[in-house]
């Protein structure tokens, strides 16, 4: 198995080794059943962390990442035969998140450079689809990403009921 390449930016000294709000998070379905585990807090900040973790919960089934990243944006992974398939609920998170700025970084998306556009409503990126095979077709995941009055963790939520494994999720960040 081949990973893609994962440019890592260095995160400014003062944010390094320091976690953000959130949560990191790995939904594992295995013989039909869903269980969740925490991910190491630096998964919220370091997408390779994230990545090599979720990799090494080999099972059988799905296994999908959850990060409910500083309460602003969410971003979903998933390990595939060849790399990685992502999702990042808003781009523009990008300018100030190391780890939207990679998740980008992997998709080959840029910003676009034109200030305006970073002024409009947050907008998802990358593998819209990610869930379909799990019960959340893409179109269902944009609008849930679009949803601007509601948090993450709400959003992140909201996809565990939809895909089956919103009561682990629930009794794991015990909201």
Do not use: H
Not at 81 to 87: D, E, T
């Amino acid at each position: 198995m081949s990973a893609m390449p994962v440019q890592t930016v260095e995160a400014p000294t003062e944010a390094r080794g320091s976690s953000l709000p959130g949560f990191a998070v790995a939904a594992i379905r295995e013989e039909g059943r869903w269980r969740c585990v925490r991910l190491d807090p630096d998964a919220l900040v370091d997408l390779d962390a994230a990545i090599t973790e979720l990799r090494g919960l080999r099972s059988t089934g799905a296994v999908v990442g959850l990060l409910d990243v500083d309460d602003e944006f969410f971003v979903l992974l998933r390990p595939v035969p060849n790399g990685v398939s992502l999702m990042v609920s808003d781009a523009v998170a990008a300018l100030d998140y190391d780890v939207a700025a990679d998740v980008l970084d992997l998709l080959r998306v840029e910003l676009p450079p034109d200030e305006d556009a970073l002024d409009d409503d947050p907008w998802p990126e990358g593998d819209l689809a990610i869930l379909a095979d799990l019960g959340l077709p893409a179109e269902e995941l944009g609008v849930l990403a679009g949803e601007i009055e509601l948090y993450p963790d709400e959003q992140l939520a909201a996809i565990g009921r939809r895909c089956g494994f919103g009561e682990e999720l629930a009794k794991l960040i015990g909201s």
